[in-house]
């Protein structure tokens, strides 16, 4: 079913104030009882992607509010300024403590000081993506992040915009965008999942690509919609070491796909454990 972010359903929202009052007495955490959180897996295709929203992976430092304290998520204190956590509430919130694309060096020199530089501080937002003992199902819980921001009113308090997604085209095309922008990654939400601690495929990662090169060296024919036509490409990469490339190429180029002994440029996202480039996709055809 698909879902969108234009409008939020009065239904979708439940009382912050009740919430609120629900955690008034949390108890800071100490280090060595860490809040445990939410750990991302990698990304694999064949997933139902229309049951995930997609945002963009900020390259920040990961931070924990639990009601009272900033933490990193091994449990260390942050020693923010006292203005930039007056305004959070007495709840659990999680999110990026972030700079801008690039910046990464100015969210770790400023972060982790023992004494909070002002200047430091001015440049860091803390981009909120979730509330980990909120009740709900991820739609519910990133709604209420979305009213408590707006509620908040402050500049150094946002969230991390998150949009669905209906096919693994679309999901690519968006990591593309993302690369573009000097971006990091794609962080993908199970819309309709509760807040569990662990390693768990509610929460997929999807960093940028590389581009390599290879030699077609052979053709496999298409099915469905390409019948009659290239599905796919085999190609050599390394002496010995071969695989097929079936996306990112045109209609035009299925029936005529680039010739044997031809170099192309292909696109990927990291290795297999076999040392295969993952996720391995048509650009172009290189001219020597």
Known sequence: MQRTLSAVASGLLFSLSSHASEHAAITPLEPSSMMPVLLATSYEQGIDITQYWQSEKLDGIRALWDGSQL???????????????????????????????????????????????EQGWQKIEFMLFDMP??????????????????????????????????????????????????????????????????????????????????IVVGYKLGKGKYKGQMGAVLVEWKPGVRFYIGSGF???????????GSRITFRHNGYTSNDIPKFARFVRVRIE
Request: no cysteine; glycine share 6%.
């Open 250 to 260: 045109s209609d035009e180029l299925r029936k005529s796909p680039p010739p044997l």
């Open 71 to 117: 933490r990193t998520r091994s449990g260390r204190a942050i020693v923010a300024p006292a203005w930039f956590t007056k305004p959070l509430p007495d709840y659990p919130l999680e999110g990026e403590l972030w700079a801008g694309r690039g910046n990464f060096h100015i969210v770790q020199q400023t972060v982790l000081d023992h004494q909070p530089v």
């Open 133 to 214: 003992q909120a009740a709900g199902d991820y739609e519910k819980r990133y709604y209420n992040i979305l009213y408590l921001v707006k509620k908040m009113k402050v500049k150094h308090v946002d969230y991390v915009e998150h949009t669905p997604i209906s096919s693994e085209r679309e999901l690519f095309r968006h990591l593309d965008n993302v690369n573009n922008r000097q971006g990091e990654g794609i962080m993908l939400r199970r819309i309709d999942s509760r807040y569990q601690a662990g390693r768990s495929s509610d929460l997929l990662k999807l960093k940028l690509h590389q581009d390599d090169e290879a």
